[in-house]
């Protein structure tokens, strides 16, 4: 009599790997990297290389001697926090502050807890506050270098810097249309929201992410941006300022939507982007610092086992 052997699921496997889904994270980020490039130059690409050579060579280091196992290096996790650290930082933002930042990314945030799929808290938005909080002069630093596009280095504070310090009257008559293609000033992926939004509806095209976060995130701040406008005009902004400005587009698209550190269920992403959204506007009006998008995903990443347990994914095969 024939034995008939059946081997451990899964059974059913997709061409879909991570290191697939890592490439179109890098690709989806391209637009802003570029742009950055552009205007800030030489050294925006500079701190690109090292943040991104020091994840990947803190990982390697680490799971080959260390953890004493292969490398993972080839799933380009690694590159895509480094990538994503760089954007998350001033562009003259000395290189060893990034390398630093990357120790922590990745040897703190990311493997302490195990490794990808494991961590707690996304490791570029750990870093970024790490970093904010270790060095907030060179973090708040937002002098714009001489890039290939302008070529003279200015000083100057971003729109949310501007709002905190002089208020309403300090960013009245803020074209927004030109917030929208370039803003420049502040960590060097927010120059393009234009840039942003591409990535974006690259993401949603190649079904890597779904729109459920990033959509609540972005109503959420624009309800409570609305709100509080219509309560005081003459001491809050408008929603269109709230949206546009600061980190919103970037810590949305592509962190608060890590696979990893989010909800699995479509419900349960609407209540943690929402909840991001809320402290995100509550942070910005009254907390110690003008931006509140990096604590805010940090704090709701840590609601995400409780979110798990209340909004439950339909199980596959079930009605």
């Known amino acids: 009599m024939n034995k008939l052997l059946v081997s451990p699921s899964p059974h059913v496997h997709s061409p879909l790997s991570t290191q697939r889904l890592m490439l179109d994270v890098v690709i ?18 500079m701190l690109v290389a090292v943040s ?16 004493k196992r292969k490398s993972t290096i080839a799933d380009l996790s690694a590159v895509v926090t480094g990538l994503l650290l760089a954007l998350n930082v001033p ?3 000395p290189w060893w502050v990034i390398v630093i ?16 799929g494991q961590n707690t808290f996304n490791p570029a938005i750990a870093a970024r506050v790490f970093l904010l909080v270790s060095f907030p002069a060179y973090m708040t630093d937002w002098t714009i270098p001489a890039g290939f596009i302008h070529t003279d280095a200015v000083s100057g504070a971003t729109l949310l810097g501007k709002y905190a310090e002089g208020g309403i009257e300090a960013i009245q008559g803020t074209d927004y249309l030109h917030t ?7 960590s060097a992926g927010e120059i393009s929201a234009i840039a942003l939004l591409a990535g974006f509806v690259y993401l949603l095209c190649r079904r890597v992410i779904k729109p459920w976060i990033t959509l609540s995130i972005w109503g959420t701040v624009a ?16 929603p269109v300022f709230c949206l546009l400005t600061g980190g919103v587009l970037l810590g949305s698209i592509f962190m608060a939507t890590d696979y990893v550190t989010s909800p699995m269920s479509d419900w349960g992403g609407v209540v943690f982007g929402v909840g991001i ?13 003008p931006e509140g998008v990096s604590f805010a995903i940090l704090i709701m990443n840590a609601f995400v086992p409780l ?4 909004f439950h994914q339909k199980k596959y095969g079930r009605a």
């Open 180 to 186: 929208l293609l370039f803003n420049i000033g502040g």
């Open 277 to 289: 959204g809320l402290l995100t506007v509550l942070i910005r009006y009254f907390g110690a610092y």
């Open 101 to 116: 930042g990357a120790i922590f990314a990745v040897g703190v945030a990311k493997m302490t807890f195990g490794g990808l």
């Open 52 to 67: 991104i050579v020091a994840c990947v060579g803190l990982e390697w280091l680490i799971t080959r001697f260390l953890l």
């Open 91 to 93: 562009p003259t933002c």
């Open 28 to 45: 989806a980020l391209l637009p802003a990297t570029v742009v950055s490039v552009l205007f800030y130059g030489w050294r925006e690409l």
């Open 223 to 238: 309800v409570a941006g609305l709100l509080f406008w219509l309560i005081n005009p003459g001491q809050y902004p408008d």
């Open 307 to 310: 979110i798990n347990k209340a």
